[in-house]
């Protein structure tokens, strides 16, 4: 890494640009995973970069989801691991998910070089063969029969929207982190966190123990995904409105 001082204004997101820069050189990330990062950190721009109001009661309601599934399991790729391999590690303990690595531009290489950063960061990772489970003619069509193909609950960070929309045409609630709301990815997901991904599972795990310490018992939300979406371009245009006060 760079000798980026932390008093530097733009800190983390240059922390988090050579983060995933240096994990394209070790084939974690794909080339174009750099695109996608830049995308969603333009709409950051457009929250604030902060989890806003309706972004955390996405997040809470994707908590009580998570833990009233019967099989939930979070989707990983390589960005998502590259960012975010720590959070997902504390997700998944917090919610007791299963953890499966699924990637566009798929290798047996990467799968090996992102389950093995998401084990060093802690997690537990669903290995096997795989099939061609969800209706789709590339990478991301391909999953593990009893891991993603028979999950009630997918959460996928930083999404494909094709993908989402596959899963969901299966009978499969998503929940998607993906910080554009008028992406096709926001819009087919049945739980829309609008989000940057370090901020959002973290806020997902503490609900999820806050949830089981309770003692309550938890049972499937009603969710009104538009809802969510709405608010973030709510969030947006009034973040924008007072940008040059």
């Known amino acids: 890494m760079s000798d980026i001082p932390s008093s530097h204004p733009r800190y983390r997101s240059l922390i988090t640009r050579e983060q995933l820069a240096a994990h394209t050189k070790t084939g974690v990330v794909s080339l174009e995973g750099l695109t996608s990062h830049g995308r969603g950190e333009a709409f950051d721009y457009l929250l604030g970069e902060k989890t ?22 979070l989707s990983i790729n390589g960005n998502t691991a590259a960012l975010a391999a720590q959070e997902i590690a504390q997700l998944q303990k917090a919610s007791g998910a299963e953890v499966e690595v699924n990637l566009f531009h ?29 209706p789709l003619p590339h990478g991301r069509g391909l999953c593990r029969p009893e891991g993603i193909g028979s999950a009630d609950v997918v959460l ?15 009978g499969k609630l998503v929940i998607t982190v993906d910080l554009n709301p ?9 739980l829309p966190i609008v989000d940057e991904v370090t901020r959002a599972l973290p806020n997902i795990a503490q609900e999820c123990d806050r949830l089981k310490a309770s003692g309550e ?15 973030a371009i709510k969030d947006m245009q009034e973040h924008l409105s007072h940008a040059l006060d």
């Open 52 to 73: 806003s109001a309706s972004a955390l009661e996405a997040e809470k309601l994707a908590a009580r989801v998570l833990l009233a599934a019967k099989h939930p399991v």
């Open 106 to 134: 798929r290798t047996e290489e990467r799968i090996a070089l992102v389950t093995n950063v998401l084990e060093e960061a802690g997690c537990i990772v669903s290995k096997g063969a795989v099939g061609r489970c969800v």
């Open 156 to 170: 996928v960070p930083l999404e494909d929207g094709d993908r989402c929309e596959a899963l969901v045409s299966m």
């Open 182 to 190: 008028i992406d096709r990815t926001s819009k087919t997901a049945s």
């Open 217 to 231: 018992t938890i049972s499937m939300p009603e969710i009104d995904a538009r809802y969510f979406l709405r608010q």
